[in-house]
């Protein structure tokens, strides 16, 4: 009888340590869970600092680098055609000659813009014609079709890439423009073929798309320079509240359908919006470092 006793006390205690080790895993989960409601309860209510302390509390992060130093980099991949895709194009439409005499990347962006904006009037693109100056121009000038706002861009931003000029393109709201990256003054500059204009402040200084956007939330005033403005200017400057940038500008070398061009755009918000929130775009940003980055290089699909 002794020797059933021992054996059942030694079989006791790995059942105990199993159930002490199952209660132990049940009140941690029950632990984690309780706090993750609450670290969630947190940010539905706004309070996004208690739900970060309430995780980090005892996590100091120094600053290892002085933010002032750091070149921060785009996250997005930004393509554009080479001068060498758009040769035919260049060369079939003499932009050589249309841009003759000046050296300023600035001076031959009017000079195209201009040009483009005289190769037809305003129409409608049905059939919406390919995103290909070539063949934009071939079909409008024959009559099968129209050109608006886009039409110019698509022509404007390929002859400008036929230069080895950076362009890209920007939608706003219910209209399109260009950005150019003007390396005399350093930096991406808005224009708009449609009404043959570019954008300033108060003081002559020329505007991105992104200075724009900032002014006219502000109240600010901004100035249209060109020959073939819009009827309303406030309410033309008001598209600029809301603005997306193309990360692909090479639809000569690499095309795509209309149907795909919202796969290529990043819509940015200010950190305080909450558009974003009911209605989710395919890709969206409130870094102007994703957005505004020097080109150093043409072709720029290498970026600093």
């Known amino acids: 009888m002794r020797t059933n006793s021992n054996s059942s006390a030694r079989k006791l205690p790995p059942v105990l340590i199993i159930v002490s080790f199952l209660l132990l895993v049940i009140f ?16 539905e209510t706004g309070d996004t600092a208690k739900a970060v302390a309430q995780v980090q509390k005892s996590i100091h992060v120094p600053l290892f680098i002085n933010p002032e130093k750091i070149r921060h980099q785009s996250r997005f991949n930004f393509t554009f055609d080479p001068p060498e895709v758009l040769k035919k194009y260049r060369e ?17 962006t009017l000079r195209l813009m201009k040009w483009t904006r005289d190769q037809w009037e305003p129409g409608l693109p049905d059939p919406y014609p390919p995103i290909n100056a070539l063949r934009i121009l071939a079909e409008i000038r024959s009559g099968w079709t129209g050109g608006f ?6 022509v404007f931003v390929q002859g400008l890439q036929s ?13 399109e423009v260009t950005e150019v990256w003007i390396k005399e003054f350093e930096k991406w500059l808005c224009f708009d073929p449609l009404h043959n204009a570019y954008y300033t402040d108060e003081k002559e200084v020329l505007l991105s798309v992104f200075d724009i956007y900032r002014r006219v939330k502000n109240n600010r005033p901004v100035r ?17 509240l809301r603005f997306s940038v193309w990360i692909k500008n090479n639809h000569v070398s690499s095309p795509v359908n ?7 755009k990043v819509h940015f918000f200010e950190n305080n919006e909450n558009y974003w929130l009911s ?7 409130s870094s102007l470092n994703d957005l505004y980055f020097p080109i150093r290089a043409y072709p720029a699909n290498t970026l600093e």
């Open 149 to 154: 706002c886009a039409q110019y861009n698509y």
């Open 28 to 43: 941690i989960g029950i632990y984690w869970l309780l706090l993750a409601n609450k670290v969630n309860r947190d940010r």
């Open 224 to 240: 249209l320079v060109g020959d073939k403005l819009p009827a309303d200017i406030q309410s033309h400057l008001k598209k600029f």
């Open 92 to 108: 079939s439409e003499n932009l050589d000659q249309v841009t003759a005499g000046t050296r300023s990347d600035f001076k031959k």
């Open 279 to 285: 209605n989710p775009p395919g890709l969206w940003t």
């Open 258 to 264: 209309f149907s795909d061009l919202e796969y290529y």
């Open 163 to 175: 230069l080895s000029i950076p362009a890209r393109y920007i939608t706003v709201l219910g209209h």
